[in-house]
């Protein structure tokens, strides 16, 4: 790059934090991040501060109580989620480098409608949570954050990111600007992966046989990275590549918007 370009793109992620005026916003780090990929949390963080947020982290945080929920534990479930809600009350903005857990957060109204002690407050956290792509492109405006990595990439879509939580544009725009990385199209990129939560673990045998599917679609990218925006989606099948022995780097989108 040349350095009346780098002066520029400097210039620019300068007047963008200016913008935003450290705005503030409360991490939800997620319990995969918080226990196995903790290195995803730590770029989220710099990436927020970088940009020119105020980032927050309430430690209080626990499950949001997904992996209940689809397994048909509702009202166990609801005792997490009245406590996420709590957590959360109130921060300005509450921002997850994971689509699946953003997507949970949205179904808090439906699953607390009628409660008169908590549809109101459900939806109020509801309304104030993005997936970090989202946040960076639609609340921040931003789609270059100037980062940088070499190498040829594909893009998994995960299930609830894209289908639920409707955050489809978002991820591509981003990575678009990524300054040395080449984008190859995934095949068959509707597909699940086959984690599904405690899917992967009750249905194993038919997991295996959809990882398997989507590994070999990564494969046919040519691409040497494959990256994601949900932890789940990448230990299934970053855990099936490694042990097939394929030389493709899995990394966390938060990772790459980081990587300078």
Excluded at 162 to 176: I, N
Excluded at 196 to 217: A, L, N, R, Y
Excluded at 224 to 239: E, F, K, S, T, W
């Amino acid at each position: 790059m040349s350095a009346k370009r780098e002066s520029r793109k400097s210039f620019l992620l300068f007047s963008r934090k200016e913008k935003v005026k450290r705005m503030k916003v409360s991490l939800f780090v997620t319990c995969l991040i918080d226990i196995f990929q903790t290195d995803v949390g730590m770029d989220t963080v710099e990436l927020l501060e970088r940009l020119g947020c105020e980032v927050d982290f309430p430690e209080k945080q626990t499950c949001c109580g997904q992996p209940a929920y689809n397994s048909g534990y509702t009202e166990k479930a609801k005792e997490s989620m009245k406590h996420m809600i709590r957590v959360f009350e109130h921060s300005d903005y509450v921002v997850t480098p994971s689509g699946s857990c953003a997507t949970m957060f949205t179904e808090y109204p439906h699953i607390f409608k009628g409660d008169p002690d908590w549809e109101t407050r459900a939806q109020a956290l509801a309304d104030k949570t993005y997936e970090l792509t989202q946040f960076i492109v639609e609340v921040l405006g931003m789609e270059d954050v100037g980062a940088k990595l070499n190498g040829k990439a594909t893009y998994h879509t995960s299930c609830h990111m894209t289908r639920l939580l409707g955050v489809t544009e978002a991820p591509m725009k981003l990575l678009s600007h990524v300054e040395g990385l080449e984008m190859q199209p995934l095949p068959h990129n509707y597909n699940c992966c086959g984690f599904g939560g405690t899917f992967s673990v009750k249905m194993t045998p038919i997991s295996e046989q959809m990882v398997d599917e989507k590994v070999q679609s990564v494969e046919e990218t040519g691409a040497d990275i494959l990256v994601g925006a949900d932890c789940g989606c990448l230990m299934n099948i970053g855990g099936r590549i490694d042990r097939k022995g394929k030389p493709i780097k899995v990394m966390h989108i938060a990772s790459v918007l980081n990587s300078k």
